[in-house]
């Protein structure tokens, strides 16, 4: 298995554009999360789906986030508009029922100018 | 108040050395203990998870121990290498619950 596979790997863009994360889960998995990690604040759980459906979206910092998971592939979190506040590193995992096989993808590092 | 927390903070220590990273938390009830490792630019990849009735549980030259009494976990390298720098991350997951608690991490450097 190719592991949890998030793209893009960095984006640079522009505040008060739009952007868009993409993630594909490890086949079977029936979790995905969607996290963010800060220097100042460590990893921070933003919205979490079961079987494609959201479950606990208490994270999202404010309505210009937005995450959708179509299907049990792919998954993708947006953020409109971007602002300079939002540069972070943005992970994908997900995990079978019980969560021990939770594994992160590599991540993608924003940064908002 | 995070509910879990780590110390040190950072670690520099020199090659062949072994340390001890410590966690401590607060989540109840307690269902299992993670260490994490994250290289620089890379996600976390899981070193080791225990339960309750776990105590010690080792993965090549890292061994963490719990203590679920105290609410304490460890990890301790032993011999370290070049490779071992890296941010070391204390997850806890509480009993029925889907959302993970985490440390904001040990970071350690390893010197030649």
């Known amino acids: 298995d190719a592991g949890v596979i998030q793209s893009p790997r960095h984006e640079v863009t522009e505040m008060g554009q739009e952007v868009t994360l993409r993630c594909k889960p490890i086949?079977?998995?029936?979790?995905l999360f969607w996290y963010r990690q800060t220097m100042m604040r460590g990893l921070e759980l933003l919205i979490y789906f079961n079987n494609n459906v959201p479950i606990d979206d208490s994270g999202m910092p404010e309505d210009r986030f937005s995450a959708k998971m179509p299907n049990a592939s792919f998954s993708t979190l947006k953020i409109q508009p971007s602002e300079p506040r939002d540069s972070a590193v943005y992970f994908c995992?997900?995990?079978?029922?019980?969560?021990?096989?939770?594994?992160f993808g590599s991540g993608t590092r924003l940064t908002v100018v | 108040k995070n509910q879990v927390e780590q110390s040190p903070q950072s670690l520099i220590i020199l090659e062949g050395k072994n340390c001890t990273l410590q966690c401590n938390y607060t989540v109840s009830p307690f269902s299992n203990l993670r260490w994490y490792k994250q290289d620089t630019g890379r996600g976390p990849v899981s070193l080791t998870i225990?339960?309750?009735?776990?105590n010690t549980k080792s993965n090549g030259r890292y061994t963490a121990t719990l203590d679920a009494d105290t609410k304490q976990s460890s990890l301790h390298i032993t011999a370290s290498q070049l490779s071992d720098s890296a941010s070391y991350i204390c997850?806890?997951?509480?009993?029925?619950?889907?959302?993970?608690?985490f440390g904001k991490g040990n970071q350690v450097v390893v010197i030649p």
């Open positions: 086949s079977g998995h029936d979790y």
């Open positions: 997850v806890v997951s509480a009993d029925g619950n889907n959302r993970l608690a």
């Open positions: 995992a997900s995990s079978p029922p019980g969560h021990y096989g939770y594994t």
């Open positions: 225990m339960t309750f009735s776990e």
